[in-house]
C-alpha cells in the first residue's frame, strides 16, 4: 500500500526467492502447515495512525468499569472457568481494509478475541522478510518504539513475571503438533519456558504439576492457547491432564474466561467508526431490507466457522437459538495490495500485550491476504499471493 515500497517489491520478486524465504524460515523449527504469503504488507502512515485510533476505541471500552457486567453472559456455562482476574493479558483485534472511491484506507472491525495470537512467530516473519528479500532495515512490523529484545523483554515480563522458568508453562491440546507449533515453539526458546500437551498436566489437591526426568515440577503459571472449542468433542483428554473449570492454584496468562468476554459478542456495544454496525439477532425486530449487505456470525465459535455470507431470510429462519447469534454489517474489503496477477484484499491485526495493573501496549501486528470471499486458508486453497504475512511500517 505504500506505492513505491510495493512496485519496488513486485519488480524484484522472483518464485525462486519466495522459496528460499519460506526454506529460511523453516529452519529450525516444525514445518509450517499454513500458507505463508509471497510478500509483506507495506502499510502508510495514514492507516497505521487510523489502526491506532481504531485499537484505542475498542481498549477504553474494554476498559470502562461495567465491562465485566456487561459481558457476564459472553461465557457459556459449561466453559466457565473460576478465579478470572481484573483484566486480559493479551488483546487481539481484526480489521478488515476498505478503500473509497477516493483511494482513502480505512480499516474496519471483524473480530476480535481476549487471547493470545502468533506473538512469536511474527517477529521471526518480520525478519525473515526483510532479510531475504534485502528490504529497507528501517521497516518495522512494531509500533509504540518497540524493538526485539524490548518486545520479548515485556512477553517474559507478562507471561514468567518472577517465577522460575520451569514452573511455567505453554498449553494447548496437543501443543507439539498444532498447526501454529512453530509460534510455541519461538515463544517457548525465547521465554525458556516448557510446552506441554494438557494430558501432560496432573493435578493433585489443587496444584498441578508435569513430569521431567522423574521428578514433579509443580507449575505457577499456564500460558493458554488451549480453545475450549477444540475440545468440546473430545472431553475424554481433561480425564487424562485436568480439568481447567476445577479449581485450581494456577495463574493464567490469560485467564480462559476472557477469551468469551472479549470477542464477537461486544461487536453489537460498540460505538465507534471503525466498527460496522452488529446486532443480535434475537434483539432485532425488523429486519434490514438489503440482508445481502450483512453477515450472519455464530457468537461461540472460532476461525470463522459457522460464518454465513450471503444471508437470507430462510437462513435467519432457520436459526434455532437466535439469542447466540449476530448479524453484522458486512464489510467491503478492497484488494488494495498490487500483487503482479491482480489484487489482494488484506486484513490487519493488532496485538496487544497487557501487564498486570498496567495499560495495554499495541505491540506488533499479523496480516492475512486473500482473494477469496472469505479471510483464511481453508477460503484460499487455489490462490497465490495469499495466506499470513505482517505488516511493516517506517
Known amino acids: ?19 528460499n524465504f519460506l526454506s529460511d524460515l523453516n529452519v529450525g523449527y516444525p514445518k509450517i502447515p499454513f500458507r505463508v504469503a509471497e510478500t509483506p504488507v507495506f502499510i502508510p502512515d495514514d492507516l497505521k495512525q487510523k489502526l491506532i485510533a481504531a485499537g484505542n476505541d475498542i481498549i477504553n471500552f474494554i476498559k470502562q468499569p461495567n465491562f465485566k457486567d456487561l459481558t457476564h453472559k459472553a461465557i457459556p456455562a459449561e466453559w466457565f472457568v473460576p478465579n478470572e482476574n481484573t483484566q486480559p493479558h493479551f488483546v487481539v483485534m481484526d480489521f478488515g481494509i476498505h478503500q473509497s472511491q477516493s483511494g482513502e484506507l480505512t480499516p474496519m472491525l471483524i473480530e476480535m478475541q481476549g487471547f493470545p495470537s502468533l506473538f512469536g512467530f511474527q517477529t521471526l516473519l518480520a525478519e525473515k522478510y526483510i532479510s531475504n528479500y534485502q528490504l529497507n532495515p528501517n521497516l518495522t512490523p512494531y509500533f509504540d518504539g518497540f524493538k526485539t529484545d524490548s518486545y520479548f523483554n515485556l512477553l517474559k515480563k507478562v507471561i514468567v513475571g518472577d517465577e522460575d522458568p520451569l514452573q511455567v508453562a505453554l498449553m494447548d491440546i496437543d501443543a507439539p503438533h498444532q498447526k501454529t507449533a512453530i509460534d510455541f515453539y519461538i515463544t517457548a526458546q525465547k521465554l525458556d519456558i516448557k510446552i506441554l500437551s494438557i494430558t501432560d498436566i496432573k493435578k493433585r489437591g489443587k496444584n498441578l504439576y508435569y513430569i521431567e526426568e522423574g521428578k514433579e515440577i509443580k507449575l505457577k503459571r499456564i500460558y493458554n492457547r488451549l480453545i475450549f472449542d477444540e475440545i468440546a ?25 476472557w477469551f468469551y468476554r472479549i470477542s464477537k459478542y461486544i461487536l453489537p456495544f460498540l460505538e465507534s467508526s471503525f466498527v460496522p454496525k452488529t446486532q443480535f439477532l434475537d434483539q432485532i425486530s425488523i429486519l434490514p431490507s438489503d440482508l445481502e449487505h450483512y453477515v450472519l456470525k455464530p457468537l461461540f465459535s472460532f476461525a470463522g466457522s459457522g460464518v454465513i455470507i450471503d444471508v437470507t431470510q430462510q437462513d435467519i429462519i432457520g436459526i434455532k437459538d437466535p439469542e447466540n447469534w449476530i448479524l453484522q454489517r458486512k464489510v467491503n474489503y478492497s484488494p488494495v495490495v498490487d500483487a503482479p496477477n491482480g489484487g489482494v484484499k488484506v486484513e490487519i491485526r493488532l496485538m496487544y500485550v497487557w501487564p498486570d495493573k498496567e495499560e495495554p501496549q499495541l505491540c506488533i501486528n499479523l496480516a492475512r491476504l486473500s482473494k477469496g470471499k472469505m479471510i483464511g486458508v481453508s477460503h484460499n486453497k487455489d490462490f497465490d499471493w495469499v495466506g499470513g504475512t505482517t505488516g511493516l511500517f517506517i
Open 1 to 19: 500500500m505504500i506505492k513505491e515500497l510495493r512496485q519496488e517489491f513486485n519488480q524484484n520478486f522472483s518464485e525462486e526467492k519466495y522459496q
Open 233 to 257: 468433542g473430545n472431553l475424554s483428554v481433561l480425564k487424562e491432564g485436568f480439568d481447567p473449570r476445577e479449581e485450581v492454584d494456577i495463574k493464567w496468562i490469560t485467564h480462559p474466561n
